[in-house]
C-alpha cells in the first residue's frame, strides 16, 4: 500500500499570511459596547488572535511588542496587582503600557471601580478605546477568543465545490469544465448539503480544515448553460449551509489521463496549509454518473474508518485459500 501526496499549487488562489481587524468592526462583530466610543479618535486594528492579560506589565516587566498588537484584558488577578504597588510606580508601568498604543482594553466584573477609573483615566490621555464587561475576563476569552482564532486563521482560495454529502464534508476538485458544479447540482437534488461552488475557503484549526464560500458567491452556483442558480431560493434553506469541516477531496479526472487504483489500495492525500487531507481520484468518462461515485466514496470513507477494508478482506480470503 502506497502514500501519495500530491502539490496542490495549481488550485493554490492566495495566502493570506498577515491579517488585521480593525477594532470598530471587531466590537461590532462581538456586540461589546465600547464605553468611550464617542471619544475616540483612532480606531487601531488588532493584529494578532490573543487578549493579552497584563499582570506582568503592571507589575514592570516589558520583554515584548504584543501590546500594540494584542487586546489587553484586566481581570481580578490584574486588579489584585494593581492594588498591591504604590500610586507612582502603578501610573509609570501604566504609562510604558498605553504609550504602547494597545487597539483595545477589556476590564471584567472583577476590577475595582477604583482601578476602573484609573484605566479610563490613561484610555482618554492615549486615545484607547475600553470596554467594561460586566462578566469574568476567562468567560470573555473563552467566547471572543472563538471569533478571533477564526478570523486569524490561516486560509487560502483554493478552485473547487465544496458539498456534505452523507454528514461528509467533500472539497470536489478537477480541471475546469470536467463537470464539478454538475456534480453538485445532482447532489443537492438528492437532498445533500450545499457550501460552495467555483472557490473555497479553507481555513485550518489544528488538525482540523473548515471550507466555507466567498461572501460575493455564497449561495449561489454557475453552471454552464443554465447560468447562475440560488441554491438558497430554489432548493431552500434545508439545502444550504454556511461552513463544513473538509474530511475527503474528491479529484475528478478524465478517465484517459490517469493510472487509476482499481483495488483501493492506494493513499491520496491532498496538501493545503502545510497539512493534508485525504484524497480519492474519481475517473470521468462519458456514461458515469459522478454524483453517484461521489455518494459511494463518502460511504466507503466511513466503512474504512470503522475499520472495514474490502481490499484486506481479499487478501485475507486470498492467504485463507492457500
Not at 447540482?185 to 450545499?194: P, V
Amino acid at each position: 500500500m502506497s502514500n501519495k501526496v500530491k502539490e496542490n499549487n495549481d488550485n493554490l488562489i492566495n495566502i493570506k499570511s498577515t491579517k488585521s481587524i480593525n477594532v470598530l468592526q471587531f466590537c461590532n462583530d462581538n456586540q461589546l459596547d465600547v464605553y468611550n466610543k464617542d471619544l475616540i479618535k483612532n480606531w487601531r486594528d488588532i493584529k494578532r488572535p490573543s487578549i493579552n492579560r497584563i499582570g506582568l506589565e503592571i507589575l514592570g516587566y516589558f520583554d515584548n511588542d504584543s501590546l500594540s498588537k494584542n487586546i489587553i484584558g484586566l481581570g481580578t488577578r490584574e486588579s489584585n496587582m494593581m492594588d498591591s504597588l504604590s500610586v507612582d510606580v502603578l501610573e509609570n508601568n501604566l504609562t510604558k503600557i498605553f504609550s504602547k498604543e494597545p487597539p483595545l482594553v477589556i476590564c471584567s466584573n472583577g476590577v475595582s471601580e477604583k482601578n476602573k477609573n484609573l484605566i479610563l483615566k490613561y484610555c482618554q490621555k492615549f486615545d484607547t478605546p475600553i470596554v467594561l464587561a460586566d462578566t469574568s475576563l476567562s468567560f470573555l476569552i473563552t467566547n471572543i477568543g472563538i471569533y478571533i482564532a477564526e478570523f486569524f486563521a490561516p486560509e487560502t482560495f483554493v478552485h473547487g465545490s465544496l458539498v456534505v454529502v452523507n454528514g461528509v464534508g467533500v472539497l470536489i476538485i478537477g480541471d475546469s469544465g470536467i463537470g464539478k458544479s454538475e456534480a453538485v447540482i445532482e447532489l443537492i437534488q438528492r437532498g445533500h448539503i450545499f457550501i460552495s461552488d467555483d472557490s473555497v475557503i479553507i481555513k485550518r484549526f489544528g488538525h482540523n480544515f473548515i471550507g466555507t464560500s466567498p461572501k460575493i458567491t455564497q449561495n449561489f452556483l454557475e453552471s454552464r448553460g443554465l447560468g447562475l442558480i440560488n441554491i438558497k431560493k430554489i432548493y431552500g434553506e434545508k439545502s444550504i449551509k454556511n461552513k463544513t469541516n473538509i474530511d475527503l477531496v474528491i479529484e475528478l479526472k478524465k478517465d484517459d489521463s490517469f493510472n487509476f487504483d482499481r483495488l483501493g489500495n492506494e493513499n491520496y492525500f491532498y496538501e493545503t496549509l502545510n497539512g493534508k487531507i485525504k484524497k480519492i481520484l474519481l475517473p470521468v468518462r462519458l456514461g458515469r454518473n459522478a454524483a453517484s461515485l461521489i455518494e459511494i466514496a463518502t460511504l466507503l470513507f466511513f466503512s474504512k474508518k470503522d475499520g472495514v477494508d474490502a481490499y484486506t478482506e481479499i487478501q485475507e480470503r486470498i492467504k485463507n485459500a492457500e
